[in-house]
């Protein structure tokens, strides 16, 4: 893990590439919870975390520190964690979970069709409109170069327009600038932040 003002370099770094109005979420699924301490003395703001256990415990640790986004795969049980701590959820896929959710959301759209995939099929995101939908998120499929990922933010960015959606979550590590290009309200980024 670097160190504090190594992190806030970095963070900086990415923040004038997508630019002021993009916000930048640091992916803390690989940060330990004692690392935690490293981005509040960097001056990260907004943490985005994959796990309710893991957001229960940094929370407890962390509280106001941060505002607290969640990004993982949301299960119906967790819910109740999730409305308590966070102010957004980028990855809503189930609605027994958005009958559940009382924080705002972006819909999570497999565009690409893989299995291995969370997310909606973007025939569905009717059904998700009747609950507090921002926007839409995707991971788009593992790609060689980050233009790669530019054809899938693009359909997103369609289909929220389409759907009267003005939130993007996409992008990560590998291909925030090219998705900020592409209209990205929020990326998603950890190893770059952290890690050598």
Not at 76 to 105: F, G, M, Q, W, Y
Not at 126 to 154: C, E, I, K, N, Q
Not at 176 to 183: C, N, T, Y
Request: proline share 4%; with cysteine.
């Amino acid at each position: 893990m670097l160190s504090p003002d190594e992190i806030r370099a970095r963070f900086e770094r990415v923040q004038a590439q997508v630019g002021p109005g993009v916000t930048v979420v640091a992916a803390t699924k690989y940060v330990t919870l004692a690392d935690m301490a490293r981005l509040v003395e960097a001056g990260i703001t907004v943490v985005g975390e994959n796990r309710a256990q893991d957001l229960e415990a940094k929370h407890a640790e962390y509280g106001d520190a941060f505002t607290w986004h969640f990004i993982g795969h949301l299960q119906s049980n967790k819910v109740k964690v999730v409305n308590r701590i966070c102010t957004l959820v980028h990855s809503l896929d189930s609605e027994s979970a958005a009958r559940r959710l009382e924080v705002p959301a972006l819909v999570q759209v497999n565009l690409s069709g893989e299995r291995s995939k969370s997310g909606v099929e973007p025939g569905e995101i009717p059904a998700y409109l009747a609950y507090d939908v921002r926007g839409l998120s995707t991971m788009p499929p593992a790609a060689a170069t980050p233009d790669d990922s530019r054809a899938w933010f693009s359909r997103l960015r369609a289909l929220a327009r389409e759907h009267g959606l003005r939130e993007l979550s996409m992008g990560t590590t590998q291909d925030f600038a090219v998705a900020a290009e592409e209209g990205a309200t929020h990326v998603r980024v950890g190893s770059i932040l952290f890690r050598d």
